[in-house]
């Protein structure tokens, strides 16, 4: 299993920005497809985007296509979550995600085999 190590998240304004960051270690992480899932208080767990093993290829939900961006960097065994005009209701608890398997895409949380331990993220109106 890949163990995920997470950093960054707090309190912001609405508009501001944050960046979330990812360290994995365990296994060769270039080998695993990663996503980030965020939880609002009294709901279920959500997609946030995911990023291929290259980096080549991503996918954003709907809410924050635009306004977030996912990388990696396989040197730095490091995922990253940039999160730009935030709003009210990006207001969550924040969990990167390796894939259960090599190679495997993200996309929901029964595709995950290794969570972050998740940070806070609130954004003040």
């Known amino acids: 299993q890949v163990q995920l190590v997470q950093s960054g998240g707090g309190l912001v304004q609405a508009g501001g920005s944050l960046r979330l960051s990812c360290a994995a270690s365990g296994r060769t992480f270039s080998n695993y497809g990663m996503a980030w899932f965020r939880q609002a208080p009294g709901k279920e767990r959500e997609f946030v985007a995911r990023?291929?093993?290259?980096?080549?290829?991503?996918e954003y939900a709907d809410s924050v296509k635009g306004r977030f961006t996912i990388s990696r960097d396989n040197t730095k065994n490091t995922l990253y979550l940039q999160m730009n005009s935030l709003k009210p209701e990006d207001t969550a608890v924040y969990s990167c995600?390796?894939?259960?398997?090599?190679?495997?895409?993200?996309?929901?949380?029964?595709?995950?085999?290794?969570w972050g331990q998740g940070t806070q993220v609130t954004v003040s109106s």
């Open positions: 995600a390796a894939g259960k398997v090599p190679w495997a895409v993200v996309t929901s949380p029964t595709d995950v085999g290794s």
């Open positions: 990023i291929s093993r290259s980096g080549g290829s991503t």
